[in-house]
T-cell receptor, first 111, second 114 residues
Framework: EDQVTQSPEALRLQEGESSSLNCSYT??????LFWYRQDPGKGPEFLFT???AGEEKEKERLKATLTKKESFLHITAPKPEDSATYLC????????????FGSGTRLSIRP | EADIYQTPRYLVIGTGKKITLECSQT?????MYWYQQDPGMELHLIHY???????EKGDLSSESTVSRIRTEHFPLTLESARPSHTSQYLC?????????????FGSGTRLTVV
C-alpha cells in the first residue's frame, strides 16, 4: 500500500533561519512526487513535481530534492510570508491515477 | 489566477437540507476529484472522475454523490445534510498524471451543518 509520512508535524523558525521538511514515502513504482503549499482556509497550491531520484527543483526560497525513499523541501532564509502548511504527495503505478497525500508540515516563520 | 472554481465559498445550512456544491474548471481536464478536509487534518479523497459519465468512490466513505455530465463540471450533492458533514470540501482537476502540473485545486467550500 502506498504511504506518505511527513515530518515534523509543525516547525517554527525565525525569519532567515534555513531548514528542511521531510517526506518519506513507500510506493510500488514512483510515477511522481508532488509538493504543495496550503494557506489556511484555501486549496493547496502546486509547487513542484519530481519524477526520479537525484532530481531537484527550485522556486524562489524553496528547493525540493528526491531520493528513492525520501524527498526534502529545503527553505533558505525564509520570510514570514512563507508560513503555510506544506503537503507532500505521491503517485505510484498501482494507484490508478490517484495521488496519496501526506498529513503536511505546518511551517511558521517569526519576524 | 484560479482556473477551477468552487461555489459557494461558505455555506451554513440546517440539518436535513439537500445541498449541491459546485465545481467547474476551464482547462479541459479529463480527471476531476473531490476531497474532504477538516481543519489541520489530512486530505481525504471522496469521489473522482476520469471523464464524462465516469464517477468512482474514493478512499473515504461519504454519503455524498457526484455526477459528470460535462467535462468542465463536477458537482457534489448531499441529499440530507447532517452535522457530521461539516467540513471543507476541495475540488481538483488534472489533465494527465504524467504531466508537470500535478493537481489544480479550487479554493474550497467550507460547509457548516447546524
Amino acid at each position: 500500500e502506498d504511504q506518505v509520512t511527513q515530518s515534523p508535524e509543525a516547525l517554527r523558525l525565525q525569519e532567515g533561519e534555513s531548514s528542511s521538511l521531510n517526506c518519506s514515502y513507500t510506493v510500488s513504482g514512483l510515477r511522481g512526487l508532488f509538493w504543495y503549499r496550503q494557506d489556511p482556509g484555501k486549496g493547496p497550491e502546486f509547487l513542484f513535481t519530481l519524477y526520479s531520484a537525484g532530481e531537484e527543483k527550485e522556486k524562489e526560497r524553496l528547493k525540493a530534492t528526491l531520493t528513492k525513499k525520501e524527498s526534502f523541501l529545503h527553505i533558505t532564509a525564509p520570510k514570514p510570508e512563507d508560513s503555510a502548511t506544506y503537503l507532500c504527495a505521491v503517485l505510484g503505478y498501482s494507484s490508478a491515477s490517484k495521488i496519496i497525500f501526506g498529513s503536511g508540515t505546518r511551517l511558521s516563520i517569526r519576524p | 489566477e484560479a482556473d477551477i472554481y468552487q461555489t459557494p465559498r461558505y455555506l451554513v445550512i440546517g440539518t436535513g437540507k439537500k445541498i449541491t456544491l459546485e465545481c467547474s474548471q476551464t482547462m479541459g481536464h479529463d480527471k476531476m476529484y473531490w476531497y474532504q478536509q477538516d481543519p489541520g487534518m489530512e486530505l481525504h479523497l471522496i469521489h473522482y472522475s476520469y471523464g464524462v459519465n465516469s464517477t468512482e468512490k474514493g478512499d473515504l466513505s461519504s454519503e455524498s454523490t457526484v455526477s459528470r455530465i460535462r467535462t468542465e463540471h463536477f458537482p457534489l450533492t448531499l441529499e440530507s445534510a447532517r452535522p457530521s458533514h461539516t467540513s471543507q470540501y476541495l475540488c481538483a482537476s488534472s489533465p494527465d498524471i504524467g504531466t508537470n502540473y500535478g493537481y489544480t485545486f479550487g479554493s474550497g467550500t467550507r460547509l457548516t451543518v447546524v
